[in-house]
Nanobody, 113 residues
């Protein structure tokens, strides 16, 4: 059974930091690209970052220089370090195994001004 579980969200003031984790089971993690998405109220879900099997990363323009995606294949986990957060980053954040229907349940990130 494939499972993805996000954690690490919370309430933070503007300029603060959070680190999200996506722990997985039931898969050969190292074979998959991992996508980090977010969905704010009333908006479509958008791709924030992805990390390829070789560790190469891509980012949404608005988070470049502030967010860093990483992965730990031995522990079957992916991470999203988020620095210098601003209220526009408020959303539910999800991880996804690229090209599959497998998503985590999401973790809420709220940034106060």
């Amino acid at each position: 059974q494939v499972q993805l579980v996000e954690s690490g969200g919370g309430l933070v003031q503007a300029g603060g930091s959070l680190k999200l984790s996506c722990t997985t089971s039931g898969i050969t993690f190292r074979r998959y690209f991992i996508g980090w998405y977010r969905q704010a109220p009333g908006k479509q879900r958008e791709l924030v970052a992805n990390i390829l099997t070789n560790g190469y990363t891509n980012y949404l323009e608005s988070v470049k220089g502030r967010f860093t995606a990483s992965r730990d294949n031995d522990n079957q986990a992916a991470y999203l370090q988020m620095n210098n957060l601003n209220p526009e980053d408020t959303a539910v954040y999800y991880c996804n195994l690229a090209g599959t229907p497998y998503w985590g349940q999401g973790t809420q990130v709220t940034v106060s001004s």
